[in-house]
């Protein structure tokens, strides 16, 4: 029996999107229906549509001629979208100490024992960093601020996962995650949407040196008639 389109869609969709995110896919990778279709054993349409979807959130570009490729944000797109999010999170967290109880207390400490456990898978450690920071989000009780938040670490996401593995460092010493715990579970708000906004903000400079590092490598392959160096897995 034949799946629905429906379901074929979501398959690719989330085969797509999960490679993007950990950074399997990389910028400016080529996407082929066929081949994806093929893999999957479901039919082209599908996939296209998928496409569509991760192109409307915006991993994924749809080029002329109907070429799909990884979408690529630029060193200053990502620098903006680390800057929202602290602000935007140093924000949520103002909120989310006014909702704390003993249940939720408990969460954020068994979150970040998760996080702990995982220090030397880099991938799983992201996923569940990002566990952590957004249940911290959801207990501000403001449900489009949340959101709004997630859809910004969903975006850099694939940036953060390759500084994390290129430096082989989950953390920036001083701006550990139990700081920011201590600092939120001290119950001051003033405290937890300072600390929130500095652990969030600190990186940006080594990520910007990072990538714009990256980026000049790229350039430099491009114009080596050599074969080109592809960027490892995150």
């Known amino acids: 029996m034949l799946d629905s389109p429906s379901t074929a869609q979501n398959e690719a969709y989330r085969y797509l999107r999960d490679r993007i995110l950990n950074a399997e896919l990389v910028a400016e990778a080529p996407i082929n229906p066929a081949e994806i279709a093929e893999l999957l054993g479901i039919s082209r349409m599908p996939v296209r549509e998928a496409l569509r979807q991760l192109d409307a959130e915006g991993l994924v570009s749809l080029r002329p001629n109907r070429r799909a490729v ?3 944000l630029s060193v200053a797109e990502v620098e903006d979208l680390f800057e929202m999010r602290a602000e935007l999170e140093a924000l949520a967290v103002r909120s989310a100490v006014h909702h704390l109880t003993d249940d939720s207390r408990a969460e954020l400490r068994m979150l970040m024992h998760r996080m702990d456990r995982v220090r030397a898978d880099r991938r ?7 566990e952590f920071h957004q249940y911290m989000c959801q207990l501000s009780g403001r449900k489009h601020l949340s959101q709004g938040i997630w859809r910004i670490r969903y975006a850099v996401r694939p940036y953060l996962l390759t500084f994390v593995i290129e430096f082989d460092a989950c953390e920036m010493q001083g701006f550990e995650h139990t700081s ?3 600092a939120v579970l001290s119950g001051d708000p003033d ?3 300072e600390t929130m906004r500095r652990h969030v903000r600190e990186p940006i400079n080594r990520l910007r040196s990072f990538l714009l590092e990256r980026e000049a490598a790229s350039v430099q392959g491009r114009g080596n008639p050599g074969p080109q160096k592809k960027l490892r897995p995150a």
Not at 124 to 130: L, S
């Open 70 to 72: 990884v979408a690529r």
């Open 124 to 130: 799983e450690w992201v996923g569940r960093h990002d």
């Open 180 to 182: 920011l715990l201590e």
């Open 191 to 193: 405290l937890a949407a």
